[in-house]
């Protein structure tokens, strides 16, 4: 590559100027299967990613001749941003020794990685919603034309500077024409389902990598935040790994989202962690997570108060809870049954008989009373009373009255053991209030939590750092020290030498064989007498005063610090005796060793050195008390985060449970509404119905009505 006029033939890579780095070589953008160089053309003044590949794929010319032929159909007009660049396969294109290989000739795109996009933007909430709206709009350009990239990720998804998307490395992408192949790979591992084989080769290849960066990108622009607690810098990821896909009940970064208080976030989440487990070819397709795709992709309707869409079969609940909640069919209401029609039916011959006796009774009345009977109320009353007793008795028997009491009494106590509407619904509303609440409440506690427990973790880093430097500050002063302890306990070493050697020439010169001016012999016995036989008996002399002759005397200093009074030595005779022994001092001072042999250095270097060693092992065993801290103290990290996430976790369970019986709830009572409503109305009917089957009804039904 470095020498492109030799290595290409094509026209346009001849001579092309290769981008160089630091040390003059070529840079390459290394991959699993093949390495990237940017080529500016001599002859075009055209810039190009030429593709090298480092193995072999079967059928690689058919595929990339199936997927050009495919990319060059798309109408530019028709997708939602241009994504799309241009390529070229160029089978023979470059010679290795005496071989010749393919390259791949794409368009160079001044662009950046999603992940550099979002280290510089994370912060800007709007931009990364609408890098999410292009990014879900690429996806349903490609399933719109049937097309499947095969690895999205953030290291080909890059983004202009008009904050459009592009699209690069088509290795694995799926086009029609090659319905039927297998994959040639299988994506980033951060970005696929642990589900994916090598078998998955279709339309529905994208899926789950789409619904993993969409959630990223929701997640960021919600909270962004997320991108520094869950993104690691130059991370081959957004903000969920494969980790987290394969075991999610122990992923603390799923957890997070999970339990994010933003619904789009958290219901996002669990979906990508439902996606999971299950087979690429039943996966959703992303558009179902983007409202104004949603309504075209579902037929579901709106719920009652405000609530979520219900899907349908469900049985009235909302869109999110479908396949989580067993759907339930809606009773139908009760109707009132064995009602029997409005008003009297056909008459009997108790009606026959009231009918016929009632007129006559009350005509003999009337003319009972004309004739002259009034003064006794009582006896013209009997007739018509008797009429109206049997008349009456009649309207008792009439089958009628009692259907309707009968149905009357179950609507009613069907209706009693209903709760009423508008009081079920008003404490539905304060639970789901007080819930909501306490779960704001624990959503946020979590991730402080974990914040608290990271923060304990970096302080006792600190505080272990601390004592570290602290301890090896000392134990570095202690070391450095021994150098100088070292001369000094040499030079130490060599001064008791030198004294000694003093010493032992001051005791060999005898007072008595070499007297001083002025010491005789009678003199000389004496000082022996006192303890001074030799010059290294005493250390000098002291004057005194006599006061009793009024004179000055002296006295002699013994090696051991003590002074004697030898009779005969006055001052004179002790300076002569200071001055003899000085001059001995100095003549034996000239002739003293003036340095340590071999022998008398080695067992003090040997002492240095044994400190110094110790020293050093000292030194080392507080860098390994420290790891071994900082060991721990990750350690009651990992522990405590793992006790906080497996804690949430449960409480998410609790709480999605506590949701699903809401829903529950809020079916119910739609239903105990509807149901409500419906005995009302019949009780209703039911009591018109009794007003029309009463006494005055039925005179009206013996003579007005058949």
């Known amino acids: 590559m470095q020498h492109t006029q030799l290595c290409f033939q094509h026209p346009e890579l001849k001579g092309a100027r290769p981008e160089l780095t630091k040390l003059g070589l070529p840079r390459a953008i290394s991959g699993a299967f093949a390495s990237v160089f940017s080529l500016t053309s001599d002859t075009s003044g ?8 480092t193995r072999h794929v079967p059928d690689q010319e058919r595929r990339y001749q199936a997927i050009s032929s495919r990319l060059a159909r798309l109408n530019p007009a028709e997708l939602s941003q241009p994504w799309n660049l241009g390529f070229e396969y160029l089978p023979s294109a470059i010679s290795v020794g005496r071989d010749r290989y393919p390259v791949l000739k794409m368009e160079w795109a001044e662009a950046v990685t999603l992940s550099s996009w979002l280290d510089d933007n994370h912060a800007h909430g709007f931009a990364v919603d609408r890098m999410a709206e292009r990014f879900e709009a690429l996806t349903r350009d490609l399933a719109a034309h049937e097309i499947a990239h095969g690895d999205l990720q953030h290291g080909n998804l890059l983004v202009a500077g008009d904050d459009t998307l592009r699209l690069v490395d088509y290795d694995g992408m799926y086009v029609p024409a090659l319905d039927g192949m297998g994959g040639t790979e299988r994506g980033h591992r951060n970005y696929q389902s642990p589900m994916r084989g090598n078998d998955d080769f279709g339309v529905a290849l994208d899926r789950f990598s789409a619904w993993v960066i969409f959630l990223s990108l929701k997640a960021i622009a919600s909270d962004p935040a997320l991108w520094n607690r869950l993104h690691e810098p130059s991370g081959e990821f957004l903000l969920l790994t494969e ?15 999970l339990t994010h208080p933003d619904r789009t976030v958290s219901g996002l989440a669990d979906q990508v962690r439902s996606l999971a487990f299950q087979p690429l070819d039943v996966l959703p397709p992303l558009a179902l997570a983007v409202p104004g795709q949603r309504v075209a992709a579902t037929n579901s309707t709106a719920s009652v108060g405000g609530a979520k869409a219900a899907a349908p079969g469900t049985g009235g609940l909302p869109g999110w809870m479908a396949g989580h909640v067993p759907p339930q069919s809606a009773p139908t209401p009760t109707e009132p049954s064995g009602m029997a029609p409005v008003g009297f039916r056909t008459r009997t011959w108790l009606d026959v008989a009231s009918a016929v006796l009632l007129p006559p009774m009350l005509i003999a009345t009337v003319l009972m009373v004309v004739a002259g009977f009034s003064a006794s109320p009582v006896g013209p009353g009997i007739p018509v009373l008797a009429a109206l007793a049997f008349t009456a008795f009649a309207w008792s028997r009439r089958s009628e009255r009692t259907q309707v009491r009968a149905a009357l009494a179950k609507l009613t106590n069907e209706l009693g053991q209903l709760d009423d509407p508008v009081k079920a619904a008003e404490k539905l509303r304060k ?10 409440k624990r959503t946020a506690a979590f991730p402080r939590a974990l914040d608290k427990l990271t923060a304990q973790y970096h302080g006792e880093l600190k505080e272990a750092e601390k004592r570290k430097v602290r301890k090896q500050r000392d134990m570095d002063k202690k070391i450095d020290g021994l150098a100088g302890e070292l001369s000094r306990a040499l030079a130490k070493a060599l001064s008791e030498k030198q004294s000694a050697y003093v010493r032992d020439q001051l005791s060999r010169r005898l007072i008595a064989q070499s007297p001083p001016t002025g010491i005789g012999p009678k003199l000389a016995s004496r000082l022996a007498a006192a303890g001074i036989r030799t010059a290294a008996d005493f250390t000098g002399y002291r004057p005194v ?11 002699l200093v013994l090696s051991n610090g003590r002074v004697i009074d030898v009779h005969g030595i006055g001052e004179t005779k002790a300076i002569a005796l200071d001055i003899w022994r000085k001059r001995l001092v100095a003549s034996a001072e000239a002739r003293q060793p003036t340095s340590l042999s071999a022998s008398e250095r080695r067992p003090i270097e040997q002492g240095v050195a044994s400190r ?18 900082r060991v721990k103290a990750r350690k009651q990290m990992v522990d405590g985060q793992d006790r906080l996430t497996r804690a949430n976790s449960v409480a998410g369970d609790q709480a999605r449970q506590q949701r699903e019986e809401f829903s529950r709830r809020t079916v119910g009572l739609q239903q105990n509404s509807a149901l409500h409503g419906t005995l009302s109305d019949s009780v209703e009917a039911a009591k018109l119905r009794q007003r029309e089957l009463s006494f005055v009804c039925y005179l009206g039904f013996l003579y007005f009505r058949r």
Do not use: M, W
């Not at 055209?46 to 590949?53: G, N, P, S, T, V």
């Not at 639970?431 to 704001?440: I, Q």
């Not at 005063?545 to 006295?555: I, L, P, R």
């Not at 020293?615 to 801290?629: G, I, M, P, Y």
């Open 612 to 629: 110094r060693a110790r020293f050093t092992a000292q030194r080392k065993d507080v860098e390994s008390e420290t790891d071994a801290l």
């Open 46 to 53: 055209q810039r190009y990613a030429i593709k090298c590949f």
């Open 243 to 257: 980790d987290d896909f394969k075991n999610p009940g122990g992923s603390t970064r799923l957890q997070t989202l």
């Open 545 to 555: 005063q006599n006061t009793h002759y009024n004179s000055t005397g002296a006295v």
């Open 431 to 440: 639970d789901r209030a007080k819930f909501d609440a306490a779960e704001a």
